[in-house]
């Protein structure tokens, strides 16, 4: 049964909104997330009628505080894995509920795994009903422990089906099955989007992603907790690239017949990373190695060959602009900002 989050504003969202709906509404399924934030606010900003359906699981409400107020938004608690509230009527769904972070999905993981296939056949259901198009937050981590380097779209991936990360890694692998076969038993207009590592504002403190633990880490003057010998590599997009990669292939004239890596193909070691933090936020922090977590992935890099071509789609902001931004971001959110203030008078 879905819940309207008293705090929010609801808005209707059966029907047609007597028929005299000019703009088009999206669902935003984790619109209350780190990006799922971003997109609300992005597809307002392009006109949109924007439905946020969310847990607040991972999500908060003061995500959305600047869009709260604004008359073509609406926010409604949901769980995905449950039936959707009925007669909701959209035009296009985003499918971003999941927990993203390793803790976080590894918490509970059948719930993880319900969220990726109960949650996306009851979306995708609703986008059959609507005849909507529908967009899928899948990710890198379908390549697992990728064999292939950097990962192209057609690599099958190296993933381990019974391991820690196999909640999540197997549920967005069905997940993917579903799209397709929907696609192709009902012509259901799909976007897939494979993800690769995103960071920035609104990621919580407590997230566990590397990012955000290093940089609250060097903040606090904490240590900075470099899993194994930290030659591990990622490659880290900023979330505004991203949200411009989402939009670019959900408007795609033509739907790929295949998911469509979106990440920054510049690749870094987690060592990199740290020292990049600490060097940022002037920090006084050490490094100290803790065990490397089970399967975690060697290398990732993504081959955006695609999406640049058929979505003129590449990242604009380099790790060092990106890492600038999410730092003042936290320095603000745990200090007021003093960090930014006092480098600005030195
Ligand atoms: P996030 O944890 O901030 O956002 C996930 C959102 O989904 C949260 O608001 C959470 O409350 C909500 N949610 C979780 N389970 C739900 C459920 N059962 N019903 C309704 N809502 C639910 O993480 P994020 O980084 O914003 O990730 C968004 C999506 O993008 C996820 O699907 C994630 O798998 C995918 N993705 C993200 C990254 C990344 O690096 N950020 C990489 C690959 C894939
Ligand atoms: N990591 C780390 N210290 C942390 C958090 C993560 O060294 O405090 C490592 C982690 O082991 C992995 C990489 O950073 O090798 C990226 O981890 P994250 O959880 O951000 O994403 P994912 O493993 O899903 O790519």
């Not at 890198?140 to 099958?156: A, I, R």
């Not at 907790?225 to 033509?254: H, K, W």
Request: proline share 6%; net charge neutral; glycine share 8%.
């Amino acid at each position: 049964m879905s819940k309207v989050v008293k705090v929010l504003k609801l808005r209707p969202t059966t029907g047609r909104v007597g028929g005299n709906r000019n703009s088009r509404r999206a669902l935003v399924a984790g619109g209350a997330g780190f990006l799922g934030s971003h997109l609300c606010e992005r597809l307002l900003l392009d006109g949109y009628e924007v439905v946020a359906l969310d847990n607040f699981h991972t999500g908060k409400k003061y995500n959305l505080n600047t869009i709260l107020h604004d008359q073509k938004f609406t926010c409604v608690e949901h769980d995905v894995v449950d039936a959707l509230p009925s007669g909701l009527h959209v035009d296009e769904i985003y499918n971003l509920a999941c927990p993203a972070s390793p803790p976080h999905y590894q918490a509970d993981p059948i719930h993880t795994f319900k969220t990726s296939v109960i949650g996306s056949l009851n979306l995708l259901e609703l986008a059959r009903r609507h005849d909507a198009k529908i967009f899928q937050a899948s990710t890198s981590e379908v390549y697992g422990d990728p064999l292939v380097h950097p990962q192209p779209e057609n690599y099958f991936g190296n993933v381990n089906p019974h391991g820690p990360r196999s909640c999540y890694d197997e549920g967005k692998r069905s997940a993917e099955t579903l799209f397709f076969d929907y696609s192709r038993m009902f012509s259901l207009d799909i976007r897939v989007a494979r993800i690769f590592n995103t960071y920035g504002r609104r990621m919580q403190p407590d997230d566990g992603r590397v990012v955000s633990n290093f940089i609250v880490q060097a903040l606090r003057g904490e240590d900075l907790t470099v899993y194994g010998s930290g030659r591990q590599t990622r490659s880290f997009c900023y979330a505004d690239d991203l949200i411009e990669g989402f939009v670019r292939l959900m408007n795609a004239p033509q739907a790929p017949l295949h998911p469509v890596n979106l990440g920054n193909p510049v690749e870094f070691t987690i060592m990199e990373l740290a020292t990049l933090v600490i060097e940022y936020t002037n920090s006084r922090s050490k490094i100290v190695h803790r065990p490397l977590p089970v399967d975690d992935p060697r290398q990732r890099r993504p081959d955006i060959s695609f999406a640049r071509e058929n979505l003129g789609w590449e990242p604009r902001i380099s790790l060092a602009q990106g890492l600038a931004r999410t730092v003042e971001y936290f320095d603000a959110l745990l200090y007021g900002g003093h960090l930014v203030r006092e480098a600005a008078v030195l």
